[in-house]
């Protein structure tokens, strides 16, 4: 071997050896990583079921959701971290680039520590997080890692947090949810209980080729717009008359045609209370008024879209 390689070699050991003891194990589902004392970092997904948190030594430990931001797909834990030091955050303008050397660190199933080392080989992308919302600005790499792997830490060569691993297949790699100074903002939040509150319809929605397709199978006028294909009963969109088959294309002044449209024209509903739905009802236009739950606290609102 190289002069070259044993220094990239031993490097990746001492940052994988020096960050062991911050990767932790949540559930059976996933990993985590320590970013403060008592505050473990996760994916928002990995808590289907308990929150326990297995450590370096083996040791387990009840963790509780201080705040989850469900459609960013990021979770922080509250759970005693003994002596688990925390990781350290890539300041701004840290962030890797393309072709930098990332190392993705694990624990799944509370296991021993898995290393996977690649290459970032992309920038700025987008996914679908567990509400089908689009998640912005990832990181794709090739560092490879075994199931139970989201929710662990990606680091650069000097140790330091440049991303969440999600676990989610990019185009040439694996997918992380990028780390510096915006995610580190909206971490402390959720460690201090402040979960993003986001207005939810109560839908489940076909996506506008499917809409399209089934308006011309019936014969009527191709539009774009969200096809409602079923609606909770007792849930928002359901009290305000909203049916089976109608074509969500409008709130109040916002035209929508994706998921992503929907998304952002409901942001700060859940503050404001109410919004207007413009929907095609066959060949007509309807306007539905759609009053949500009061903001009495700060968890998410009721529904799937």
């Known amino acids: 071997m190289s002069a070259a390689l044993t220094d990239i070699s031993e490097g990746i050991s001492r940052v994988a050896t020096a960050a062991s003891a911050s990767v932790v194990a949540v559930g059976r589902a996933g990993s985590g990583v320590v970013v403060g004392e008592d505050v473990v970092l996760t994916n928002a997904h990995n808590l289907r079921g308990a929150a326990t948190v297995t450590f370096a030594d083996g040791h387990t430990a009840e963790g509780r959701v201080s705040g989850a931001d469900i459609d960013g797909d990021l979770a922080v834990l509250a759970v005693p971290t003994g002596g688990a030091p925390a990781v350290e955050w890539a300041g701004a303008g840290d962030g890797p680039g393309l072709g930098a050397l990332v190392i993705a660190l694990a624990r799944p199933r509370g296991g021993a520590l898995r290393v996977g080392v690649g290459f ?12 089908g919302r689009t998640i912005g600005g990832a990181l794709e790499h090739s560092a490879q890692l075994p199931h139970g792997s989201s929710g662990g830490p990606l680091l650069d060569a000097e140790g330091r947090l440049v991303g969440v691993n999600t676990h989610r297949p990019g185009d040439g790699g694996y997918l992380a949810i990028p780390a510096g100074p915006e995610l580190k903002a909206r971490v402390d939040a959720l460690a201090q209980g402040h979960s993003p509150r986001r207005a939810r319809l109560g839908v489940a929605l076909a996506p506008p080729k499917v809409a399209r397709h089934l308006r011309r199978a019936v014969g009527l006028p ?10 909770a009963a007792d849930g928002p969109a359901g009290r305000s008359g909203l049916r089976r088959g109608d074509l969500i294309v409008g ?4 035209t929508v045609a994706t998921v992503d449209d929907l998304a ?20 007509e236009e309807v ?3 759609v009053s949500f739950a009061p903001a009495g606290g700060d968890g998410p609102e009721e529904g799937t879209a």
């Open 287 to 289: 306007l539905l008024d």
């Open 264 to 283: 952002q024209a409901l942001d700060g509903a859940a503050e404001r209370g109410t919004v207007r739905l413009v929907v095609v009802r066959g060949v």
């Open 251 to 254: 709130v109040d002044e916002t």
């Open 120 to 131: 970032v080989s992309g920038t700025g992308l987008g996914f679908q997080g567990p509400e």
């Open 222 to 231: 191709e539009r774009d717009g969200l096809l409602v294909h079923d609606i």
